[in-house]
C-alpha cells in the first residue's frame, strides 16, 4: 500500500511537471492532437502535410502550457528545439513552408492555407487578440506579406508579416561567417527558439543536424511576450500548401520552460523517405522508358518473326525434305 502510494505520488509528481518539459526524439507512440493533413508516419515523423495542393495541417502538445507563475505574472523563460525537413517533388514549386507557434486557441478551422501557413487569414491577420507567438519557415515569397526571399525565417507576432526575418542560415562559430541553408533541401536540420523574461528577448538559432548550436544566434529582437501570449496556450507546429505544394515533416522536438530544451536524441530521429526525383529525371525517365520498351517490341517483333519463319521453312523442309530446289518455269529458287 505504502509503496503503490509513493508510486502514485511520484507519477503525479511527473505529471505536474510534464508541461514545464518535454522531449520527443520522433513521435512513434506520442499523443498529439492533430488535424487537417497532418498525421504521425508508421516510422515516427510528424507529417504535416502530404504533398497535396491546398492543404493545412497542426499538430499540437496535448496540454496547454501555463505559462505564468501567478495569473498577472509575467510569462516565463522558455526555450524549445526541434528537427524539421522539407521534400519537395518539385524543387522550383515548393511551398509553403511550416511554422512553431504557441497560440491561446487550437482552433484554426478559419485559417488559411498557401501564405498564410494555417496560422491566419486575411481577416485576422495582424489582429492582438490572435495571440499567437510563432517562428515561420517560409519557402514561398509574398510580398503582399513583405517576404524577404523564398528561404527564410522569421519571427511572428499576431501576423505573418515578420517583425524580423532572416535568410535561413547560420553563423559559422569558428569563422563567423554567415552560411546559407536551403529550407528545400531535403535535408533535416535544427532550430532553437530562447526567451528571455528579464529583458524580454528572443533569439532564433538555426543548423544543419550534424552542427552543434551555434553561440550567435540568426534572428534576435525583444518583444514582451507577457502582452501577446495568454496564461494557458497551446504549442505545436502548422503547415500549408497552396497550388504549390510540398511534404512538411518535424522529427523531433524539445521544450523547457526556465530551463534549456533537453536535447533531441538525433541517433533515434526516424528517417527520411528517398529523396524525390529531380524534374529533368522525371521527364526523361518516362521518354527513356519509352525508348526502351519501343526497342525491346521491335527486337522481340524481329526475333518472333525469324523464329515463325523458321519454323515454317522446317515444316517445309519436313515435307519435302531439305535442300529441295525447285524449278519454276525453268528458274531455280532455293529454300535453303
Ligand atoms: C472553431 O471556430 C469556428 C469559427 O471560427 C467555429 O465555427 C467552430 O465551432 C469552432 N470549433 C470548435 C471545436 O470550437
Ligand atoms: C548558398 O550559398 C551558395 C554558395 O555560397 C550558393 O551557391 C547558393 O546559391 C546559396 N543558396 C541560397 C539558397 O542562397
Ligand atoms: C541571445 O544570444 C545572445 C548572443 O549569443 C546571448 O548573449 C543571449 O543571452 C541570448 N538570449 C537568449 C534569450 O537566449
Ligand atoms: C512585460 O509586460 C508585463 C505585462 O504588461 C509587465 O508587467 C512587465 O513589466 C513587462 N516586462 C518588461 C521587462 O517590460
Same mark, same amino acid.
Given at each position: 500500500?505504502?509503496?503503490?502510494?509513493?508510486?502514485?505520488?511520484?507519477?503525479?509528481?511527473?505529471?505536474? =511537471?510534464?508541461? !514545464?518539459?518535454?522531449?520527443?526524439?520522433?513521435?512513434?507512440?506520442?499523443?498529439?492532437?492533430?488535424?487537417?493533413?497532418?498525421?504521425?508516419?508508421?516510422?515516427?515523423?510528424?507529417?504535416?502535410?502530404?504533398?497535396?495542393?491546398?492543404?493545412?495541417?497542426?499538430?499540437?502538445? *496535448?496540454?496547454?502550457?501555463?505559462?505564468?507563475?501567478?495569473?498577472?505574472?509575467?510569462?516565463?523563460?522558455?526555450?524549445?528545439?526541434?528537427?524539421?525537413?522539407?521534400?519537395?517533388?518539385?524543387?522550383?514549386?515548393?511551398? #509553403?513552408?511550416?511554422?512553431?507557434?504557441?497560440?491561446?486557441?487550437?482552433?484554426?478551422?478559419?485559417?488559411?492555407?498557401?501564405?498564410?501557413?494555417?496560422?491566419?487569414?486575411?481577416?485576422?491577420?495582424? !489582429?492582438?487578440?490572435?495571440?499567437?507567438?510563432?517562428?515561420?519557415? !517560409?519557402?514561398?515569397?509574398?510580398?503582399?506579406?513583405?517576404?524577404?526571399?523564398?528561404?527564410?525565417?522569421?519571427?511572428?507576432?499576431?501576423?505573418?508579416?515578420?517583425?524580423?526575418?532572416? =535568410?535561413?542560415?547560420?553563423?559559422?562559430?569558428?569563422?563567423?561567417?554567415?552560411?546559407?541553408?536551403?529550407?528545400?533541401?531535403?535535408?533535416?536540420?535544427?532550430?532553437?527558439?530562447?526567451? &528571455?523574461? &528579464?529583458?524580454?528577448?528572443?533569439?532564433?538559432?538555426?543548423?544543419?543536424?550534424?552542427?552543434?548550436?551555434?553561440?550567435? *544566434?540568426?534572428?534576435?529582437?525583444?518583444?514582451?511576450?507577457?502582452?501577446?501570449?495568454? !496564461?494557458?496556450?497551446?504549442?505545436?507546429?502548422?503547415?500549408?500548401?497552396?497550388?504549390?505544394?510540398?511534404? #512538411?515533416?518535424?522529427?523531433?522536438?524539445?521544450?523547457?520552460?526556465?530551463?534549456?530544451?533537453?536535447?533531441?536524441?538525433?541517433?533515434?530521429?526516424?528517417?527520411?523517405?528517398?529523396?524525390?526525383?529531380?524534374?529533368?529525371?522525371?521527364?526523361?525517365?518516362?521518354?527513356?522508358?519509352?525508348?526502351?520498351?519501343?526497342?525491346?517490341?521491335?527486337?522481340?517483333?524481329?526475333?518472333?518473326?525469324?523464329?515463325?519463319?523458321?519454323?515454317?521453312?522446317?515444316?517445309?523442309?519436313?515435307?519435302?525434305?531439305?535442300?529441295?530446289?525447285? =524449278?519454276?518455269?525453268?528458274?531455280?529458287?532455293?529454300?535453303?
Amino acid at each position: 500500500m505504502k509503496i503503490m502510494l509513493f508510486g502514485l505520488l511520484a507519477v503525479l509528481a511527473g505529471c505536474s =511537471d510534464a508541461v !514545464d518539459q518535454f522531449v520527443y526524439s520522433g513521435f512513434t507512440g506520442s499523443n498529439l492532437i492533430l488535424d487537417g493533413g497532418a498525421r504521425v508516419t508508421p516510422s515516427g515523423l510528424l507529417e504535416l502535410t502530404n504533398g497535396m495542393v491546398r492543404l493545412k495541417g497542426h499538430a499540437f502538445h *496535448p496540454t496547454p502550457l501555463y505559462l505564468r507563475k501567478s495569473p498577472n505574472g509575467m510569462v516565463q523563460s522558455f526555450s524549445v528545439s526541434f528537427v524539421f525537413a522539407i521534400l519537395c517533388d518539385y524543387p522550383d514549386s515548393c511551398g #509553403h513552408g511550416l511554422a512553431f507557434f504557441i497560440s491561446t486557441s487550437k482552433n484554426f478551422s478559419s485559417a488559411f492555407w498557401t501564405q498564410y501557413l494555417g496560422l491566419f487569414n486575411s481577416r485576422n491577420n495582424g !489582429d492582438p487578440n490572435n495571440h499567437i507567438f510563432a517562428i515561420e519557415l !517560409d519557402t514561398v515569397q509574398n510580398d503582399d506579406l513583405q517576404d524577404i526571399s523564398n528561404n527564410h525565417i522569421g519571427i511572428n507576432i499576431n501576423s505573418l508579416h515578420s517583425m524580423q526575418s532572416h =535568410d535561413a542560415g547560420f553563423y559559422d562559430d569558428k569563422s563567423g561567417d554567415f552560411k546559407n541553408l536551403t529550407l528545400i533541401s531535403h535535408k533535416a536540420m535544427q532550430v532553437w527558439v530562447n526567451y &528571455e523574461r &528579464e529583458i524580454t528577448q528572443i533569439n532564433v538559432t538555426m543548423a544543419p543536424l550534424n552542427v552543434e548550436k551555434p553561440v550567435k *544566434p540568426l534572428l534576435s529582437t525583444t518583444h514582451n511576450l507577457s502582452t501577446v501570449l495568454t !496564461d494557458s496556450a497551446y504549442i505545436g507546429f502548422s503547415s500549408s500548401t497552396g497550388t504549390v505544394s510540398g511534404k #512538411h515533416y518535424v522529427l523531433g522536438w524539445s521544450f523547457g520552460m526556465n530551463s534549456p530544451a533537453p536535447s533531441i536524441d538525433i541517433a533515434k530521429l526516424p528517417r527520411l523517405g528517398k529523396k524525390a526525383r529531380s524534374k529533368v529525371l522525371q521527364t526523361i525517365l518516362p521518354i527513356v522508358a519509352v525508348v526502351f520498351l519501343l526497342s525491346a517490341g521491335t527486337i522481340f517483333l524481329c526475333v518472333w518473326r525469324n523464329l515463325r519463319y523458321a519454323e515454317l521453312r522446317e515444316d517445309w523442309e519436313v515435307e519435302y525434305g531439305p535442300q529441295s530446289y525447285w =524449278d519454276i518455269a525453268g528458274g531455280k529458287v532455293n529454300f535453303s
